[in-house]
């Protein structure tokens, strides 16, 4: 990833501290170890299952237990641990007849009367009309005395009837005679519209905020959500609120250990949805399809937390092996090391993998429907497992460059995704050539001259650029071997296109309305926003080389539109292509790993079949 930073901090970088590294390890004389991962709690933590090995006097361990796969001092890590999916039961029935406060946890969910055209904004000062309920909250209300209509007004400042979608109350306790006390919250759904109705990224903001409701209400078992009339049963409703549900449960726990711990919503059950629209027939297969949509989130955001000594090419290949093993045989994995890189002429791969202390592992994950195949697809990632910059070393941001893997970890989340929900139609090649970006006595220098897989040779200006290397042999294989009919690329491109469009939205690039209109439409849908960029063409000048056909860098301005330029010269270009920057929203500050992409891919490849 290509981060333009002032110089003045590599001193600082550059200075090591010999006794710090030191203490860094610690030797442990009896024994190797390596860890496996049970479940045995909804999101529960890892149990660690310590293996007695060969005696070792290099072996890694900053305890006597190590917590987690990683490397020892001789030898790489080859295998990196998977979040386990939470194993709450979620379903939906007919709010109708059913005892919807039959639970620890009572959500109902509210929707704000439509605002009058001609009304202006609300003063802070101004009061609140009375919350009205209808339909099953009014029957709640009443059998509460008015419960739930104080508690809207108690908060009415805040909840503002529910016209914030996603907002919610505090709890409420309701100890009942001779019964135990259940918690009763008010949900927003936002503000009435008979014309749009309820849309795909209201319903997400729902399942997400009733995630951290579960996680908040201690001790609760069991959750009951009651949703109007206005809230549609359909497919496409339970899908969405499935995946923001189990999404939300996400807790990377991984590189934890004792209290630091957190699993989300640890005590709950069940959550069932009662939709007063009625139950759908389809609703256990919806559910369910959202659910492994959030399995592909919580994948990709698994890679891009790893740190670098758990992922590398080699564990990164074995994490896209347990994809095609857990596909049930709708996809299947290829591995293509050094020498069939080599015979293909990947260059640019090779020259950036060089500096890598693992092989380089080109990954092609293909799925194939079990019916016709109507159209046939490709979807690259870029797989840096680390971006040090190389010998262009970075001055900043050095500790976030796990993060550049981000476009690999989209396409192997929806991969994933993909050989769960097996759409019809379509057939998907994704393909990451993984690989690190480091310093050493093999890796490549600036003057270097590679050549790509097509013929074409590239100058190498700046090793920092070194992603769109790597991505070049990715797409002429995507283009000439897989014979794809449409490709699309994700990467954590550059830093232009984060200045361009900050950390919420990724970059668009391509020649083709069409596709342009397709992503478009799969951004709103997902709730991953994208902005489409310009293609200028003239700024290919650029990229113009003394000595070689291009170059891999252009000049200070325009990076993002110049990266995506260069791409352009790997695929056929009468074929329909698109550069995805997602380097903006791979990454939160606060979180971390947002498993950006994931969803998007999934949705386009989905399309394709139909």
Known sequence: MRISVPRTLLVALLRGSASSTASAFSLNSSRTVRSSVT????????????????????????????PFNTWTFDKHCESMDWTPASEITLSAAAAEGASVDDSDVIIVGVLAPKKDENEEETDEDKEIDPIVFSGKAKELDEAL????????????????????????????????????????????????????GIESTTIMKLGAAVATACHDQKKATSCSVVLPSQVESSASTLTDFSTAFY???????????????????????????FMESGAADDAESSISTGKNLANGVSLTKDIVNAPHNVLNSVSLADTAKKIAEESGGSITCEILGKDECE????GCYLGVARGSETEPQFIHLTYKPSGEVKKKVGIVGKGLLFDTGGYNIKTAMMELMKFDCGGAAAVLGAARAVGQNQPEGVEAHFIVAACENMISGRAVVPSDILTASNGKTVEVLNTDAEGRLTLADALVFADK?????SIIELSTLTGACMISLGQKICGVWTDNDDLAKSLEEVSKVTGDKS??????????????????????????????????????EFVDKKKPFAHIDIAGPVWDDATGATGFGAKMVSEWVSRQGK
């Not at 071997?481 to 009919?485: T, V, Y």
């Not at 200028?536 to 113009?544: D, G, H, I």
């Open 39 to 66: 479940s045995s709690h909804p999101a529960s933590s890892f149990v660690t299952n310590l293996r007695g090995g060969a005696l070792s006097t290099t072996s890694l361990a900053m305890s006597a237990e190590r």
């Open 145 to 196: 005395g008015g419960a739930l209509t104080d508690l809207a007004s108690e908060n009415s400042k805040a909840f503002l009837n529910g016209s914030s979608a996603g907002t919610m109350t505090p709890s409420m306790r309701i100890q009942s005679a001779g019964g135990k006390a259940k918690r009763y919250i008010l949900l927003g759904l936002g503000t009435e519209d008979t014309e749009k």
């Open 247 to 273: 999404s939300g449960l996400y807790s990377d726990n991984r590189y934890r250990t004792g209290k630091k711990v957190e699993i989300k919503a640890e005590d709950v059950k069940s959550v069932t949805l």
């Open 343 to 346: 015979k293909r002429g990947m």
């Open 481 to 485: 071997e897989c014979e794809c009919e």
């Open 531 to 568: 902005w489409r960029m310009p293609m200028a063409a003239e700024y290919k000048e650029q990229l113009k080389s003394k000595v070689a056909d291009m170059t891999n860098l252009g000049g200070r301005y325009g990076g993002a539109i110049t990266a995506a330029l260069f791409l352009t």
